[in-house]
Every structure is written in C-alpha cells, then in structure tokens.
C-alpha cells in the first residue's frame, strides 16, 4: 500500500517531467533543472495551485466534507491537516502491528500501521502550521523527510510520499511553497505522531 502510493506519486512527477525530459522508465527519476524564467508571485501561485492538486497533498492533509460526489476536501479547512477538535476513534492495533495492513481514517487524515499513527500536518500559513517555516526547511521536509524541515528531527512517518517528491524541481519547490503561504491560515495543533503499541 505504502510502496504503490510512493510509486503512485512518482508516477505523478514522472508525467510533469515527461514533457521536458526523456526517460526510461527503469531508470530512477533524477531532479531536472529549473525550466521557469523570472517567475513572479502570481505565476508562481498559480503553478504551486496546479502542483499541489495534481500531486494530491489534500487527499491526506485536508479533512473531508460529504457532499453528493462522496468525501471531497472541506475548503473552509483546507490543507489544515487532521482536525485535532475530532477524537480520533478506536481501532484494532492487532491488525495494524504486522504490516500486513494498514488504516486510514474516515477523513484521510490519521492513519495507523506498524510505525504508530501519523496525522497528517498543517501546511496553512497559521502560527500552528508552516507559518514561521522558511523555505530550507521547508525543502529539507519534502528532499529529506526531516519532521518541521529541521536538521535534527525524527524522520517523517508513511503515508507522507516525500521519496516521490524529493525530486521536484527548485522552481517547484519554490512555487508549491509560495502557494502554500497564500493560503488562508487555520490555527489547529495537530497531535504528535503516536509511537506503535507495544
Ligand atoms: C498519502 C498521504 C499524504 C500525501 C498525499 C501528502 N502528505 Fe504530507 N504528510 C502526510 C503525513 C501523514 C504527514 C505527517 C508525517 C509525520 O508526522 O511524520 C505529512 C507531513 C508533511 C510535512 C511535514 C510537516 C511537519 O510538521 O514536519 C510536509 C511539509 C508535508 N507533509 C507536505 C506535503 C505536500 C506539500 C504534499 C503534496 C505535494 C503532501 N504533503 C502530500 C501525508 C501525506
């Protein structure tokens, strides 16, 4: 499940280089250069917007409305990561310790296996989220998996498939990154990652 959702977004990065680059699909992905000239805020909103709903940040980090189409991310929290006002439910941690499976909860936003719970992060700009981050850390989150982009922190826990996007262009980075910080802060203290049971 975590393989092909690392493969899945690799897949999804695969296409956006497709157009620049030619590769043989055994060959592992290597980051192309910067292709954007002088790109201004606008431009660069704009492409982060594109970026991060193609490569589906909102599947895990946005909690879900029902509406007749099914789940759909609710825009008023929109990428505001798990809502810790919700408790988060019970759940067999016997079938979670093997690896032979692992859950998700209803909102996409919480999920359990053999590494514990992860909840997925706030990525508004609010105080709570990445509102004091900089882009190194930012960059250092999505090339090296750091928890906050920060040099000593603990890795960052499955389903987060920064593999896939470690190799992002600069200029993506970059707008994904100012795209993020357009967004509307949501002040919600996700919980820390729960250790596995023993
Ligand atoms: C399959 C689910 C999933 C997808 C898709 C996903 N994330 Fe994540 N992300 C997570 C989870 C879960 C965490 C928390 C991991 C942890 O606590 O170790 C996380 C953590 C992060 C962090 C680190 C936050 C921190 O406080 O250290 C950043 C930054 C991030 N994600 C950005 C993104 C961006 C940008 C995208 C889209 C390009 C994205 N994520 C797509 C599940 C996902």
Known sequence: MIKLMYLAAIAVIGLACAFTRHHKPSEPLQ???????HPNQDVLIKRGQYLVTIM???DCHSPKKMTPQGPAPDMDRFL???????????????????????????????????WGV????NLTPDATGIGSWSFEQFTRAMRQGKFKGLDNTRPLLPPMPWPGYAVMTDDDMQAVFTYLKSLKPISNVVPAAIPPAP
């Open 80 to 114: 505001s990561g798990y809502n810790s006002a919700v408790p988060l439910g019970t759940y067999d941690k016997n079938l979670v310790k093997t690896g032979q499976w692992v859950m998700f909860n209803g909102q996409n936003t919480a999920f359990a296996g053999p």
């Open 31 to 37: 980051r192309s250069t910067s292709v954007m000239k």
């Open 56 to 58: 589906g940040c909102g």
């Open 118 to 121: 992860s909840f997925a992060a």
